[in-house]
Antibody, heavy 122, light 109 residues
Framework: QLQLQESGPGLVKPSETLSLTCTVS??????????WGWIRQPPGKGLEWIGS???????YYNPSLKSRVTISVDTSKNQFSLKLSSVTAADTAVYYC??????????????WGQGTLVTVSS | SSELTQDPAVSVALGQTVRITCQGD??????ASWYQQKPGQAPVLVIY???NRPSGIPDRFSGSSSGNTASLTITGAQAEDEADYYC????????????FGGGTKLTVL
C-alpha cells in the first residue's frame, strides 16, 4: 500500500523559507505513470494546488506562487520536497503531498499524505 | 489559468439523492476528479475519469459531465457522507497545471 508522509518544521518565521519533504513508501517515485504534488489548505478554507514534479525533474507551479516556490525530487531517497520563500501569515496552512495519476486526462490525486500544519508566526 | 466553480453548500435528506456540480472551461477538455474531505482528515478521491470509483468507494457515488459542468451524484445519501466535496481538473491552457473548485459543504439532514 502506497504511503506518503510529510515532514518539516511546524513553525516558520515571516520572511523565511518554508521547507517540507514528502517521503514515499510502498512504491517508487520514479514511475513514469505519476506526478507528485503539493497542495495546501489554509484553516477553514479550500484546497490550493501549489505545484507538481515528475520523476525526471520537470516542474509545474501555480502561477500565483511561482515566484516563491521550488519543488525538487530525490529519487535515491524516494522523496520530493517543497520550498516556499518569503512566507507571510497568509501561507499558514495544512500542507499535503499527493500522488497524481495519469491514467486519464485529468488531475486526479489518488494518494495523499496526512497533511502537516505549518504556521507562519514570529 | 482556469477556475472551477462550486456551490458553497448543499443539503440532502437522509436516503435521498443529491447532485453536486462543478463548472469551468477546463471541463470541456479534461475530466473532473472529486474528493471527499471530512474534518481533520486528508481529502479522499471518490470519483475520477468518466465515472470511475477507486477501490473502497461505495457505488452510491457516481460522476457525470456535460459541456463545462461536471457533477457528483450521491444516490441514497448516508449520514457518513456529510463532508466537504472538492472537484479539480487540469488547467485549460494545456500544460500540467491543476485547479481546484472552492468546495461544497454537504449536510445530510
Amino acid at each position: 500500500q502506497l504511503q506518503l508522509q510529510e515532514s518539516g518544521p511546524g513553525l516558520v518565521k515571516p520572511s523565511e523559507t518554508l521547507s517540507l519533504t514528502c517521503t514515499v513508501s510502498g512504491g517508487s517515485i520514479s514511475s513514469s505513470s505519476y506526478y507528485w504534488g503539493w497542495i495546501r489548505q489554509p484553516p477553514g478554507k479550500g484546497l490550493e494546488w501549489i505545484g507538481s514534479i515528475y520523476y525526471s525533474g520537470s516542474t509545474y507551479y501555480n502561477p500565483s506562487l511561482k515566484s516563491r516556490v521550488t519543488i525538487s525530487v530525490d529519487t535515491s531517497k524516494n522523496q520530493f520536497s517543497l520550498k516556499l520563500s518569503s512566507v507571510t501569515a497568509a501561507d499558514t496552512a495544512v500542507y499535503y503531498c499527493a500522488r497524481r495519476a495519469t491514467v486519464v486526462p485529468a488531475a486526479l490525486f489518488d494518494y495523499w499524505g496526512q497533511g502537516t500544519l505549518v504556521t507562519v508566526s514570529s | 489559468s482556469s477556475e472551477l466553480t462550486q456551490d458553497p453548500a448543499v443539503s440532502v435528506a437522509l436516503g435521498q439523492t443529491v447532485r453536486i456540480t462543478c463548472q469551468g472551461d477546463s471541463l470541456r477538455s479534461y475530466y473532473a476528479s472529486w474528493y471527499q474531505q471530512k474534518p481533520g482528515q486528508a481529502p479522499v478521491l471518490v470519483i475520477y475519469g468518466k465515472n470511475n470509483r477507486p477501490s473502497g468507494i461505495p457505488d452510491r457515488f457516481s460522476g457525470s459531465s456535460s459541456g463545462n459542468t461536471a457533477s457528483l451524484t450521491i444516490t441514497g445519501a448516508q449520514a457518513e457522507d456529510e463532508a466537504d466535496y472538492y472537484c479539480n481538473s487540469r488547467d485549460s491552457s494545456g500544460n500540467h497545471h491543476v485547479v481546484f473548485g472552492g468546495g461544497t459543504k454537504l449536510t445530510v439532514l
